[in-house]
């Protein structure tokens, strides 16, 4: 693939002389990462010896993407990663490096942790979407390229990516001037936004990239009709400014589907039940988990007014929800609007058995205590979790930590895989990550995340308890 006009306009900028920082914004899938792999790729392939390229993102799974681009060109050049006796190469959970045996030149993948880069040289920075790195830990983390990138003759750092929503985030600065070199794709304020000249002013390869040009049109199509996707529109397709959190994903895609499979473990051995009981318009949701084997499956249910397509466009969700009714991954009470709990807790008792520990949101510690009560449920330990930074922040690391480890066996559930997609989290300083409630971080207001977050507090008591104490659990009155 050759550059298009824009991508050589930056490489351009880039490769003068006095330029030690460059910066480019420009709107999503135009060709950005596969800029960033080919300027990691000619840095490894370069005439430069014992030096390293980094790609930084705001995890380490999407810094991931752009180095497997770079393997791919690497390969498309006339050279062999897997070639051992030409390369040192690693792609784990931990690790993503390619290095030259003979020149020493190498490309690393990195997330937005600074004790990571600390200490590390680097001749060339590439710093992926900065808008999206954590609050607690992005400049920290820029300070650490600096340094690193400090310690090398002719070493250069690029920033890429869509625009922040703050003047105040040192990207933006970086865009505004601070770069040595700045490239800027975006709408202006005031533009009609869904003019093609907007679209293209904030989209370079509109008339290069057919699949883009189509998505764009469905974009602003459905734009027109809905507040927030308007303001997805606005913020991502036209470049107009991104939340610091507003991609601050619970699970990244990738590590969820390493978790999904069509061969799942048996339910064996105890079993840890979390409950997120809703209002009308939310759903009530269960996760079961059984430590044993790792194995994870979700519930949901809903009232039947309105029914399950006037509640999918109500949530901007299409036939969504129909599906999962046909899967019996949602259930429908029929003529309430409220779902019967009690009954809920029964179909619960019906497909998973009794649990031997249950865990609750204290926000609506009083209404699951009854639909216990009014389910039969036999009495277990009852563990209530606050949502907040204490215990949210917690039980949102143990979970992430699950995953990460491969100790969570899920099916392919349409309504895990949406709650999951949903689900945000919002960062404080010290970098403590808790689910995101209402609008927080970026969340779609009517995002239905429930099940998401009963899997949380199902996951993080079992990581707590460990296997061998659930079958031993601690009488209470509920």
């Not at 003529?335 to 809920?344: K, N």
């Not at 009963?454 to 601690?474: C, F, T, W, Y």
Request: hydrophobic share 40%; aromatic share 6%; net charge positive.
């Amino acid at each position: 693939m050759r550059p298009l006009p824009w991508q050589v306009r930056f490489l351009r900028g880039l490769s003068r002389p006095d330029v030690t920082t460059a910066a480019l914004s420009v709107a999503r899938s135009n060709g950005k990462s596969w800029l960033a792999a080919r300027l990691a790729t000619d840095y490894l392939l370069g005439d430069r010896r014992d030096s390293e390229a980094v790609i930084v993102a705001s995890s380490y799974t999407q810094a991931k993407v752009i180095f497997r681009y770079a393997l791919a060109m690497a390969r498309e050049a006339g050279h062999d990663p897997t070639d051992r006796g030409a390369w040192w190469y690693r792609d784990s959970v931990t690790t993503a490096l390619l290095r030259s045996r003979e020149t020493g030149q190498a490309i690393r993948a990195l997330g937005c942790d600074p004790k990571r880069a600390h200490g590390r040289v680097f001749g060339l920075a590439l710093m992926d979407e900065p808008a999206q790195w954590p609050p607690g830990s992005r400049d920290a983390m820029l300070s650490a390229i600096d340094t690193g990138a400090g310690k090398v003759e002719g070493s250069r750092i690029v920033a890429l990516g869509t625009r922040p929503d703050s003047p105040e985030h040192w990207f933006q600065r970086w865009l505004d001037g601070g770069a040595d070199y700045a490239q800027v794709h975006a709408a202006r304020v005031g533009d009609p936004p869904f003019w093609l000249k907007t679209i293209r002013r904030a989209n370079p390869s509109f008339d290069y990239l057919p699949a883009l040009r189509a998505d764009l049109v469905r974009q602003r199509d459905r734009a027109r009709v809905d507040v927030d996707a308007r303001a997805r529109f606005e913020a991502l397709a036209l470049n107009m400014g991104v939340p610091d959190t507003a991609e601050a994903v619970l699970i990244e895609r990738e590590a969820w589907e390493r978790c999904e499979s069509d061969r799942l473990p048996d339910r064996t051995g105890p079993y840890v039940l979390g409950l997120d009981i809703g209002q009308s318009g939310a759903m009530t949701a269960a996760a079961a988990y059984w430590p044993g084997t790792g194995r994870l499956e979700g519930l949901a249910v809903v009232g039947g007014i309105p029914d399950l397509r006037e509640r999918g466009r109500r949530d901007n969700v299409a036939g969504l929800y129909v599906n999962m009714a046909r899967r019996r991954e949602l259930l429908v009470h029929v003529g309430l609007r409220v779902p019967d709990y009690g009954q809920f807790i029964d179909d619960v008792l019906g497909r998973w058995g009794v649990p031997s520990v249950i865990v609750g949101d204290r926000y609506k510690e009083a209404e699951l205590r009854d639909a216990l009560d009014a389910g039969r449920m036999p009495r277990r330990s009852l563990v209530i979790r606050g949502q907040g930074w204490r215990d949210g922040a917690e039980d949102v690391r143990r979970f992430r930590r699950a995953v990460a480890q491969g100790r969570i066996r899920a099916p392919r559930s349409l309504l895990i895989r949406a709650a999951l997609s949903e689900a945000r989290v919002a960062t404080d300083v010290a970098g403590n990550a808790k689910l995101a409630k209402g609008t927080e971080a970026g969340r779609r207001k009517l995002a239905r995340d429930d099940v998401a977050s009963a899997a949380i507090m199902a996951v993080a008591e079992a990581d707590r308890r460990g296997v061998l104490s659930l079958d031993r659990p601690r009488l209470v009155a509920l």
